[in-house]
T-cell receptor, first 108, second 112 residues
Framework: GEDVEQSLFLSVREGDSSVINCTYT??????LYWYKQEPGAGLQLLTY?????DMKQDQRLTVLLNKKDKHLSLRIADTQTGDSAIYFC????????FGTGTRLQVFP | DTGVSQNPRHKITKRGQNVTFRCDPI?????LYWYRQTLGQGPEFLTY????????KSRLLSDRFSAERPKGSFSTLEIQRTEQGDSAMYLC??????????FGPGTRLTVT
């Protein structure tokens, strides 16, 4: 069945890079998504990648996709305190299947 | 603001009562989705509409839950005979092309 897994926590120092990882099981997924959720708020779409790509860069965000291993990662360069949030990967485009979320904590 | 809006933002109800939530999607978005999120988990898909047609329902959507989108614009989600296990954040999202779903702030339901 469909399942998306993420590590639960990540703690980084301000200014360092953060890498959030995700594994998925549905090899037919055509798009894979990253969402950000701040406390008490809804979900903000950060970026998504087509399954025929292996990398996408958008300002401080870099998405890497390894289809063979069904592994998706989100790298945040120069992490700021405002990046502290829960990050969810999700597949496919219609009824989104979300991972459990990775709580990113940024300390000064 | 033209984002997705949801009302109410918070609802506290006693077990056994009925509750109804409303979602107003982004104007002209023809797809509307409902998700449920419990503490410490990612959102779980409940159902979605394309215009006024309800195209898919999750098995999570028991017969106590019903969703409507009568004119293809706003949608309502009703829960009858609420149970404590229904306590969660109910999220609505809309999309024009199924690629990008934009989420509302959610309605937090607490069943006492």
């Amino acid at each position: 069945g469909e399942d998306v897994e993420q590590s639960l926590f990540l703690s980084v120092r301000e200014g360092d890079s953060s890498v959030i990882n995700c594994t998925y099981t549905d090899s037919s997924s055509t798009y894979l998504y990253w969402y950000k959720q701040e406390p008490g708020a809804g979900l903000q779409l950060l970026t998504y990648i087509f399954s025929n790509m292996d990398m996408k860069q958008d300002q401080r965000l870099t998405v890497l996709l390894n289809k063979k291993d069904k592994h998706l990662s989100l790298r945040i360069a120069d992490t700021q305190t405002g990046d502290s949030a829960i990050y969810f990967c999700a597949e496919p485009p219609d009824k989104l299947i979300f991972g459990t979320g990775t709580r990113l904590q940024v300390f000064p | 603001d033209t984002g997705v809006s949801q009302n109410p933002r918070h609802k506290i109800t006693k077990r056994g009562q009925n509750v109804t939530f409303r979602c107003d999607p982004i104007s002209e978005h023809n797809r509307l989705y409902w998700y449920r999120q419990t503490l410490g988990q990612g959102p779980e898909f409940l159902t979605y509409f394309q215009n006024e047609a309800q195209l898919e329902k999750s098995r999570l959507l028991s017969d106590r839950f019903s969703a409507e989108r009568p004119k293809g614009s706003f949608s309502t989600l009703e829960i009858q005979r609420t149970e404590q296990g229904d306590s969660a954040m109910y999220l609505c999202a809309s999309s024009s092309d199924s690629l990008e779903q934009y989420f509302g702030p959610g309605t937090r339901l607490t069943v006492t």
